[in-house]
């Protein structure tokens, strides 16, 4: 049972454009989200996060949006650039402490010059 | 500040042989974990660990053992490798307490069996 799933396997961008990227979950117990971003060949790093009392949370070019009645979940990056190509997975802990994360299949993005 | 060290980044392993990914971490996280990724699967956890000397399996344990004698480090022992076991391992620490917090990962070990 996928309890988190990114139904687009790859995504392709302009430049300068917005990079949305779609995430939506099945567990209704998940309280908290996490987007990482993995280059090929590293490990993922944290990118941003979201707590299920916010709609809302913005980082700089980054931000994403949750909605809880749909369970969905979205990353917005814009504008886009060259270096944000990569794998984007979302995931959510299990339970409070990420110790047990649960992963997306991830979205492969890529920004076209 | 090295952040969490996976040893060795490659190796090719034949079917029936055993070994062990080390992982290590220097953040003094109490939380450990270990995942694989496959193609299309997105990571799935092995098994984690909240502190020296407990451990618990996670989604995919089969085929696999962990141990925690010390909060730094964390391996991973195949036991008797199948080519299912190919895959691309990550292992990944995080903070402990009740707040939410993100994990950080190593670099990863790419595993192939033969």
């Known amino acids: 049972d996928q309890q988190v799933k990114q139904n687009s396997p790859s995504l392709s961008v302009q430049e300068g454009r917005i990079s949305i990227l779609n995430c939506d979950y099945t567990?209704?117990?998940?309280?908290?989200f996490l987007w990482y971003k993995k280059y090929p060949a590293e490990g993922p790093t944290f990118l941003i996060s979201?707590?299920?009392?916010?709609d809302k949370n913005e980082d700089g070019r980054f931000t994403v949006f949750l909605n809880k009645s749909a369970k969905h979940l979205s990353l917005h990056i814009v504008p886009s650039q060259p270096g944000d190509s990569a794998v984007y997975f979302c995931a959510a802990p299990l339970f409070q402490g990420a110790q047990k994360l649960v992963f997306g299949q991830g979205t492969r993005l890529t920004i076209n010059p | 500040n090295a952040g969490v060290t996976q040893t060795p980044k490659f190796q090719v392993l034949k079917t029936g042989q055993s070994m062990t990914l080390q992982c290590a971490q220097d953040m003094n996280h109490e939380y450990m974990s270990w995942y694989r990724q496959d193609p299309g699967m997105g990571l799935r956890l092995i098994h984690y660990?909240?502190?020296?000397?407990?451990?618990d399996q996670g989604e995919v344990p089969n085929g696999y053992n962990v141990s925690r004698s010390t909060t730094e480090d964390f391996p991973l022992r195949l036991l008797s490798a199948a080519p299912s076991q190919t895959s691309v391992y990550f292992c990944?620490?995080?903070?402990?307490?009740?707040?939410?917090?993100?994990?950080?990962f190593g670099q990863g070990t790419r595993l192939t069996v033969v």
């Open positions: 979201i707590s299920s009392i916010k």
């Open positions: 660990s909240v502190g020296a000397g407990i451990t």
């Open positions: 567990n209704s117990m998940f309280d908290y």
């Open positions: 990944a620490s995080s903070y402990s307490g009740t707040d939410n917090t993100e994990a950080f």
